[in-house]
């Protein structure tokens, strides 16, 4: 177990360009979220995955946003035309098929607009 | 609507001391419950979680946190605390259905005294 790895770590970038950030779950987990962190609040689900369906998909997904998991396993998160209000920690976070109440976090990507 | 609250925005303690940090919740049904830390730059880690049974959980690092029904508070204590808890502290509701996402409070962070 490894644990959910998400890179990159850090990224910065300009306004009005694209970004696209992995996570990786633990290894057999089918469930992944997205939760996006801006400073002083807590993390907000944006997306949601059950092997490679996205079931269900927040609000604050704009139409900019787009997230897949092709093949049930690592998932990417796309970014396009980039506005400084994206600048936030974008986490991810898997549960096991056993134990889906209990979800475990990657380190974040920390995106910087300028 | 599902919402979790976190009066205080910050707390200082000195080394030592012991520690509560408080969480209020609403939910319609018994909730599942949680705490999270997390370290600057760092995602979260959980602490301890609750979903049925004795209303007293135990977590890692010396912490535990008690269920009240009557008061929709999940609060978390440590009876001595170590510079090392120096962190930011998230309470979560998750759902019982659908995605089983996810929803935190805005965080407590926490400083120590030497």
């Known amino acids: 177990d490894t644990g959910v790895s998400q890179n990159p770590r850090h990224k910065i970038t300009k306004r009005g360009q694209n970004v696209t950030f992995r996570c990786d779950p633990i290894?057999?987990?089918?469930?992944l979220y997205w939760y996006r962190q801006t400073l002083g609040q807590g993390p907000e689900f944006l997306t949601y995955?059950?092997?490679?369906?996205?079931?269900?998909k927040s609000r604050l997904l704009s139409d900019r946003f787009s997230a897949e998991r092709p093949k049930g396993s690592f998932s990417t998160l796309e970014i396009q035309r980039t506005e400084q209000g994206d600048s936030a920690m974008y986490l991810c976070?898997?549960?096991?098929?056993?134990?889906?109440?209990?979800?475990?976090f990657g380190p974040g990507t920390r995106l910087l607009v300028l | 609507a599902q919402s979790v609250t976190q009066p205080d925005i910050h707390i200082t303690v000195s080394e030592g001391a012991s520690l509560e940090l408080r969480c209020n919740y609403s939910?319609?049904?018994?909730?599942?419950l949680f705490w999270y830390v997390q370290s600057p730059g760092q995602g979260l880690q959980l602490l301890l979680k609750y979903f049925s049974g004795d209303t007293l959980v135990q977590g890692i690092k010396g912490f535990e946190a008690e269920f009240k029904r009557s008061q929709s508070s999940f609060n978390l204590r440590k009876p001595s605390v170590h510079w090392s808890d120096a962190a930011e502290y998230f309470c979560a509701v998750g759902a019982h259905s659908g995605t089983y996402k996810y929803i935190f409070g805005t965080g407590t962070r926490l400083k120590v005294l030497a």
């Open positions: 995955f059950q092997n490679e369906a996205q079931l269900e």
């Open positions: 290894s057999e987990h089918n469930r």
């Open positions: 976070a898997s549960t096991s098929p056993d134990k889906w109440e209990t979800q475990y």
């Open positions: 939910y319609g049904a018994t909730p599942y």
